[in-house]
């Protein structure tokens, strides 16, 4: 695919080339999550999952460490985690009521695709591990982007699951030095998500001054 280039000054003859002009403001403010419980089949498809993750992987990546992994969680895979996860919930809230461990199990049965962003986050003598981490965050939200550019509704979760050691190493198979960022489920939207207000980038803005 060949790039075309905006110029700052209006054209190539008077103006300075900046990035390639593929991004658009107006298409990136339309990214919305939609919640797990409105997400259905179909979802993407090997193609379509393989065409997202050629995205989400272009983040920015100090040192090229390539901090980051994925974990598909599709198929029969759905309910035999939602059931890990609800048993792994009893272990920990012994007391957790019926419609707790049910909303915790459609997390991984409604949507058809979930996705599981892991940070790895091993020794590393130049690179911290508060960058890698950042680095695989940026996947997350792109990934996102992806899903809905591919016409399909996403959601980025984390929650218990995303800290809980036991359930981390023992049912998604993390190392010690591997982090759960967070898990993004994708699928076909049921319902058109309303907007929502968002924060005034002026109120947000400062300049800094040599004191």
Known sequence: MTASYRYHGGSPQHGRKTMPAMLSLDALDTRLSVPTRQLATPGPDAAQLQRMLQTAVRVPDHG????????????????????????????????????V??????????????????????????????????????????????????????????????????????????AADEQLVGTIAIGTPLVEVPERER????????????A
């Open 64 to 99: 090229k460490r390539v901090p980051f992994r994925f974990l598909r969680i599709a198929g029969p895979a759905r309910a035999n985690l939602a059931a890990a996860a609800a048993e792994r919930l009893r272990e920990r809230e012994p007391d957790a009521g019926e419609a």
């Open 199 to 210: 924060p005034d980038p002026a109120t947000l803005l400062s300049d800094w001054n040599l």
């Open 101 to 174: 461990v049910d909303k915790l199990r459609t997390r991984f049965l409604l949507p058809p695709l979930t996705i599981a962003v892991i940070a790895k986050l091993g020794p590393d003598e130049k690179i911290p591990a508060s960058e890698r981490f950042s680095t695989a965050s940026c996947v997350c939200l792109l990934l996102l982007q992806a899903a809905q550019a591919e016409g399909f509704g996403a959601q980025w979760l984390t929650g218990w699951t995303a800290y809980d050691r036991p359930f981390l190493e023992r049912t998604l198979g993390l």
